[in-house]
């Protein structure tokens, strides 16, 4: 139970262009997903917390108007990077939490490495 | 704020012994779930273990177990009969609402054949 796909996997892009990354949660509800970003040999950053049907909530330092988030479903969850550019190369991964999980685990995607040109 | 903090950054071990990585932790909560994480070369986060603060007994799953000081707020991970597979990054982790996970930097763990 409790599997998390992400969409792409690995993604290449022109600097300049968009690219949205899907992140689905296959087998349960999830009322909030969350979005990672990790860099080499570094821990997972936390990006955004996002809640179905409301807006996502951003940590600090990272633009909201370049990380469009969409939680418009309770099994989907989508990130777009716009305008992309070299420095956004990274690997993102989402994790989705299930208010009936009754030990507060997330359950995270398998990633989407994006490689900016 | 909550910080989580791994010291090691690089562990070896060599195949078949025991090898125990460090996690402390900093809150005011009273209540709270703990995590360990396991990150190979795919990079699919595995959860390798969990623990509810409230427990006083220590988690264990098959090879892995953990040393949970709530006073000391450590939380080490101790891998029994260390297999090739076992080689990966691992995080530590907390979470005292399901809202928010935080972190600690990783360590990469080599098992030497």
């Known amino acids: 139970g409790a599997v998390v796909s992400q969409h792409p996997s690995r993604v290449i892009c022109k600097s300049g262009t968009s690219v949205k990354i899907e992140c689905r949660s296959l087998?349960?509800?999830?009322?909030?997903m969350f979005w990672y970003r990790q860099f080499p040999k570094k821990s997972l950053m936390l990006m955004a917390t996002?809640?179905?049907?409301?807006?996502?909530?951003?940590e600090q330092g990272v633009e909201k108007d370049k990380f469009l988030i969409n939680h418009a479903s309770l099994t989907l969850s989508t990130l777009t990077v716009t305008s992309a550019h070299p420095e956004d190369s990274s690997f993102y991964i989402c994790?989705?939490?299930?208010?009936?999980?009754?030990?507060?685990?997330?359950?995270f995607g398998p990633g989407t490495r994006l490689t900016v040109t | 704020a909550q910080t989580v903090t791994q010291s090691q950054p690089e562990m070896s071990v060599q195949e078949a012994e025991t090898v125990t990585l460090s996690c402390t932790y900093d809150?005011?909560?009273?209540?709270?779930?703990l995590f360990w994480y396991k990150q190979p070369p795919s990079r699919q986060m595995i959860l390798v273990i969990r623990?509810?603060?409230?427990?006083?007994q220590n988690a264990t799953e098959n090879r892995f177990s953990v040393n949970f000081q709530k006073a000391a707020k450590s939380f080490s991970l101790k891998i029994s009969d260390s297999q090739l597979g076992d080689a990966a990054m691992y995080f530590c982790?907390?979470?005292?609402?399901?809202?928010?996970?935080?972190f600690g930097t990783g360590t990469s763990l080599t098992v030497i054949p």
């Open positions: 809150t005011s909560e009273s209540d709270y779930y």
């Open positions: 982790a907390y979470s005292n609402t399901g809202n928010q996970f935080y």
């Open positions: 994790s989705a939490h299930s208010p009936d999980s009754p030990n507060y685990e997330q359950y």
């Open positions: 996002s809640n179905e049907g409301s807006k996502a909530t951003y």
């Open positions: 087998d349960f509800q999830a009322t909030t």
């Open positions: 623990q509810e603060a409230y427990k006083q």
